[in-house]
């Protein structure tokens, strides 16, 4: 080789080497460090309508502003499902009451669930187990298991994380909300935190036809027919109206007594025949076959179709079957029952249905897409 050409390749080494050497600047922060991003949490605090009870926060997941934020961009983020198609929100739309309209919800394969996927609304409250059956405990528990359903989002968690760690966006924004310095640091239980608090958020307005007319002086006053259908919802009239016995299980202020019943919906001979056993499954009580959460009916109207399996498709079919009494069961709670109503009557409880229409949480900003 001719000197000048030596030269020129030690040249090229040095440069090549210099050039690697100033990627690895000892001074510089290492890739994936955060800590040079500011932590300063701030305390969120959920606005909760008067009459409701005190709403109770683990203490080990304070919610904050940043925490809020960031488990709502998880919520409608899709990078939590195999194909990133689905978010948490295609099966819970603000627009539909946190439900998704079906029947039984599908799933990334196109699978069909069993179940028909709940109303989030006022879930902070929900403090007698989640699920239909009342399976998990925590929002913080529940969170973490849709990722992995095969008839949900079907993907891993060591899969999300791995999409999570490499986002432009979610290592700053989970520096933010847990204070975590390194990306490293990004686990599915801080996930799970996250999306927890911003359920928690996710409560009524206060400010329903029903709320308003119970406030003195809001000006605001049920029609005759919103207070006939109050009156047999609360069991109130004195014998002038039937007895509707809705609030033994569905009770204010949550419209929920969070608590388990049948109310003979599913047809069987006897208590080993549901076609779902809800929490006589998790309980291994065959007494308990065929019972399940009594959902809140706050927005009720918003969530078509009903039951666990969205077998009934209309409130006003909803009504006919409390009316008609229900299948027989060993175990069917005795306040459901024939209950005699008109025409009328049933009209009446219809419009006190829809006194529970929640238009403010619905169109919330804060509840909406962060996308
Ligand atoms: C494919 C549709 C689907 C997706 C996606 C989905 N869910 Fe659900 N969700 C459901 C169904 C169905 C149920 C009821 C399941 C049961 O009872 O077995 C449910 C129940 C819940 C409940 C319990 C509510 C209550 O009142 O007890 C919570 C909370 C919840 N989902 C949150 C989430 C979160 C958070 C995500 C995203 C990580 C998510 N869901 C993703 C369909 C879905
Ligand atoms: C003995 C308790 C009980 C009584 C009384 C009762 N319910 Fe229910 N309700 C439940 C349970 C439990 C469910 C869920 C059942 C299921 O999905 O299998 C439910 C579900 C519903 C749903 C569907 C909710 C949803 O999100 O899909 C509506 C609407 C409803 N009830 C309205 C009423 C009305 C109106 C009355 C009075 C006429 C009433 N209920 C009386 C226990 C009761």
Same mark, same amino acid.
């Given at each position: 080789?001719?000197?000048?050409?030596?030269?020129?390749?030690?040249?090229?080494?040095?440069?090549?080497?210099?050039?690697?050497?100033?990627?690895?600047?000892?001074?510089?922060?290492?890739?994936?460090?955060?800590?040079?991003?500011? @932590?300063?949490?701030?305390?969120?605090?959920?606005?909760?309508?008067?009459?409701?009870?005190?709403?109770?926060?683990?203490?080990?997941?304070?919610?904050?502003?940043?925490?809020?934020?960031?488990?709502?961009?998880?919520?409608?983020?899709?990078?939590?499902?195999?194909?990133?198609?689905?978010?948490?929100?295609?099966?819970?739309?603000?627009?539909?009451?946190?439900?998704?309209?079906?029947?039984?919800?599908?799933?990334?394969?196109?699978?069909?669930?069993?179940?028909?996927?709940?109303?989030?609304?006022?879930?902070?409250?929900?403090?007698?187990?989640?699920?239909?059956?009342?399976?998990?405990?925590?929002?913080?528990?529940?969170?973490?298991?849709?990722?992995?359903?095969?008839?949900?989002?079907?993907?891993?968690?060591?899969?999300?994380?791995?999409?999570?760690?490499?986002?432009?966006?979610?290592?700053?924004?989970?520096?933010?909300?847990?204070?975590?310095?390194?990306?490293?640091?990004?686990?599915?239980?801080?996930?799970?935190?996250?999306?927890?608090?911003?359920?928690?958020?996710?409560?009524?307005?206060?400010?329903?036809? @029903?709320?308003?007319?119970?406030?003195?002086?809001?000006?605001?006053?049920?029609?005759?027919?919103?207070?006939?259908?109050?009156?047999? @919802?609360?069991?109130?009239?004195?014998?002038?109206?039937?007895?509707?016995?809705?609030?033994?299980?569905?009770?204010?202020?949550?419209?929920?007594?969070?608590?388990?019943?049948?109310? /003979?919906?599913?047809?069987?001979?006897?208590?080993?025949?549901?076609?779902?056993?809800?929490?006589?499954?998790?309980?291994?009580?065959?007494?308990?076959?065929?019972?399940?959460?009594?959902?809140?009916?706050?927005?009720?109207?918003?969530?078509?179709?009903?039951?666990?399996? /969205?077998?009934?498709?209309?409130?006003?079919?909803?009504?006919?079957? @409390?009316?008609?009494?229900?299948?027989?069961?060993?175990?069917?709670?005795?306040?459901?029952?024939?209950?005699?109503?008109?025409?009328?009557?049933?009209?009446?409880?219809?419009?006190?249905?829809?006194?529970?229409?929640?238009?403010?949480?619905?169109?919330?900003?804060?509840?909406?897409?962060?996308?």
């Amino acid at each position: 080789m001719l000197p000048w050409k030596r030269l020129l390749a030690g040249f090229s080494i040095l440069i090549l080497v210099f050039g690697l050497g100033c990627d690895f600047d000892p001074s510089e922060p290492e890739v994936g460090d955060l800590s040079q991003i500011p @932590y300063s949490p701030e305390r969120f605090k959920v606005q909760v309508p008067a009459a409701f009870p005190e709403l109770e926060v683990p203490a080990n997941n304070p919610m904050t502003k940043a925490g809020v934020a960031l488990g709502r961009k998880l919520f409608f983020d899709p990078i939590l499902s195999r194909d990133s198609t689905q978010s948490c929100s295609s099966c819970h739309h603000p627009d539909k009451n946190f439900t998704d309209g079906l029947p039984t919800s599908k799933g990334v394969d196109l699978i069909n669930g069993r179940r028909s996927a709940m109303a989030l609304i006022d879930i902070a409250f929900q403090t007698k187990g989640l699920f239909w059956d009342g399976r998990a405990r925590l929002l913080e528990d529940q969170a973490l298991l849709p990722v992995e359903d095969p008839v949900e989002m079907h993907f891993t968690w060591p899969g999300v994380i791995e999409r999570l760690k490499r986002h432009p966006e979610y290592p700053a924004d989970f520096r933010k909300a847990f204070g975590i310095t390194h990306k490293d640091s990004i686990t599915k239980f801080l996930a799970a935190k996250a999306m927890a608090q911003f359920e928690r958020t996710l409560v009524s307005s206060g400010a329903t036809r @029903y709320d308003l007319a119970l406030t003195p002086g809001s000006g605001v006053f049920f029609s005759e027919s919103e207070l006939r259908g109050y009156e047999m @919802y609360f069991d109130l009239s004195g014998g002038r109206l039937p007895d509707a016995e809705c609030f033994h299980c569905h009770n204010a202020p949550l419209f929920s007594s969070l608590d388990y019943f049948n109310n /003979g919906i599913q047809r069987v001979v006897h208590g080993n025949q549901f076609e779902d056993n809800g929490l006589g499954a998790i309980t291994g009580n065959a007494a308990q076959n065929g019972m399940f959460k009594a959902p809140s009916l706050r927005n009720i109207a918003q969530s078509a179709p009903y039951m666990h399996d /969205g077998r009934i498709k209309t409130l006003e079919a909803v009504i006919e079957h @409390y009316n008609s009494g229900g299948h027989p069961a060993d175990n069917k709670n005795p306040f459901v029952r024939k209950l005699g109503l008109t025409v009328q009557q049933k009209a009446d409880l219809l419009a006190f249905l829809h006194t529970l229409t929640d238009t403010s949480f619905a169109q919330k900003p804060d509840y909406q897409s962060p996308f």
